[in-house]
């Protein structure tokens, strides 16, 4: 079941950031922003994200725009993601676009 789904990639997210103190409740509001989805990539990718390069307590709809089209170009420039995704569809908390790529770095790592 979907529902299902969901708790095992929550589970899987979790287990991930684990290191950075972070822990995942609710996906629908809380990858909005760009930043745990930035840092779960960075994770999973062994790789230190420069904290130049992206707004960590971003403060407007631009800055999260911003994180979330970051974190786009670098799943598509890592082949992390079947089909382009809408870094607009991120901030506005599309669940369907989440989940795409939440199960995408899923079905590589976990």
């Known amino acids: 079941t979907l529902f299902r789904s969901q708790q095992a990639i929550v589970l899987f997210v979790n287990k ?10 609710d996906i ?11 840092l779960l990539i960075g994770q999973l990718e062994g790789y230190f994200l420069n904290l130049n390069d992206f707004f960590l307590t971003p403060c407007s709809q631009n800055d999260m725009l911003h994180n979330a089209k970051f974190a786009v170009d670098l799943l598509m420039d890592g082949g992390l993601l079947d089909t ?6 991120i901030v506005n908390q599309d669940v369907k676009t989440l989940l795409r790529i939440l199960y995408s770095l899923f079905s590589k790592y976990k």
């Open 16 to 25: 991930h950031l684990a290191k950075l103190g972070i822990n995942v409740t």
């Open 84 to 89: 382009p995704v809408k870094p607009e569809d």
């Open 28 to 38: 629908d509001t809380q990858f909005a922003d760009g930043v745990i989805l930035l």
